[in-house]
């Protein structure tokens, strides 16, 4: 299991990293959170909700 954190994330999907933290808010995208507070995002989760994006045709 690896862990991304929302710099990551957002990288990955070519948005900004508010964008992940609306997807966050909405239930769309788990995350957990260091002991610093820090938001890390399971690589299996952000594969899952490329998926469900992919399926959806969003972009």
Known sequence: MSFMSIGEVAERFGVDPQSVRRWEASGLLPVGRTAGGH??????DVDAFESSRFKAGVR
């Open 39 to 44: 938001r890390r995002y399971d690589s299996t």
